[in-house]
């Protein structure tokens, strides 16, 4: 059986996608294994899915010039060799890397053991190690099409951004059930993404007692708040008598798509896929900090496409986003979309460029 390498881990953003591609060559008669960072959190979800995956001493490049950098220098040549070893070992057919720094010594050491690779970058703008590593990249998987301007265009193909298939085939009126809320109303789904977001969480609570008593009547949250925020945003809802629900978390994510008819959150380059192929309206507000400020990059795709609309965070109030409710509910063609699933999904095009180099 042929082995495939995916480098993938550090966020979401990375992981899901590198899962999604692992179970489509599984379908294809190979064996994924990932290399993932020492510790990384993903190993948890790694394990939950049935993946074999082994551990590297990699971490994060520092963005100022400080004694973490040294601590960084020290750690990539121990990752690097950890990786070179490993890939001799596995042997694989090919390896591909989701983005990330976890990516740099994995595929650095597969080019000097001449093996196949494929990197993929999931944003708009590409991050500082695809930029380098597409020097030795044999192909350079990007998300959007514009992306390839960055990269040489004779070894760039557009694949998309890997989904998760568990959105696709959800009915709507039993995810409404399972998550206890109300049939008929207008679905406003709320989520932060992996870098947190209070200045979202803070518009969406305070505006909606600046919509017209219509509105209100007509709408329902689903607020995935995350872990931290969990609490307090649960005692605003009941002190505010905002209609909907609450949670930390939610695994079922397809649950939450099926039902939502207007989406809030950031525009991580995972989610923007996601609602792309999906198709339901959103207003994105990108992280700040994000690096390169790549997040604004992403929501552009959506925004040109009339799918999305974007709101800086600077530029973030309750009255703004109160404004832009009423609008998209007020624009009956917007909701209750039906969820096409397209003749091919993004990863299958990935797992195409992949083995297409063996």
Known sequence: MKTIIIAAGGTGGHLYPGVALARTVVARGCKPIFIVRKNDMCCAILKREGFAFEEIPARGMPRRISLQLVVFLYALIRSF?????????LNPTAVVGMGGYISFPVIVAAKLSKIPTVIHEQNYLPGLANRVLARFASRVAVTFAGSRSFFSEQRTVVTGNPVRRELFG???????ERLHLAPGKCTVLVFGGSQGAYAVNHAVTESYALLPST???????LHIAGNKGYEKISAQFREKKIPGVVLPYLNEIGDAY?????VICRAGATT???????GTPVILVPFPHATGNHQEFNARVLVDSGQGVMIRERELSPQVLARELIVRMNDSSSL?????????????LLADTVLSLI
């Not at 060799?81 to 070992?89: D, T, W």
């Not at 923007?272 to 999906?278: D, G, H, K, N, V």
């Not at 209750?336 to 990863?347: E, G």
Request: glycine share 2%; charged share 25%.
């Open 81 to 89: 060799f950890a990786a070179l070893v490993l890939v001799r070992r």
């Open 170 to 176: 959800v009915e709507g009126d039993a995810a409404r």
């Open 336 to 348: 209750h979309r039906t969820i096409k699933i397209p003749a091919v999904l993004p990863q299958e």
């Open 272 to 278: 923007i896929s996601e609602l792309e192929i999906l």
């Open 215 to 221: 509105a209100q009547n007509k709408i329902q949250f």
């Open 258 to 262: 099926a039902v939502a008819d207007i």
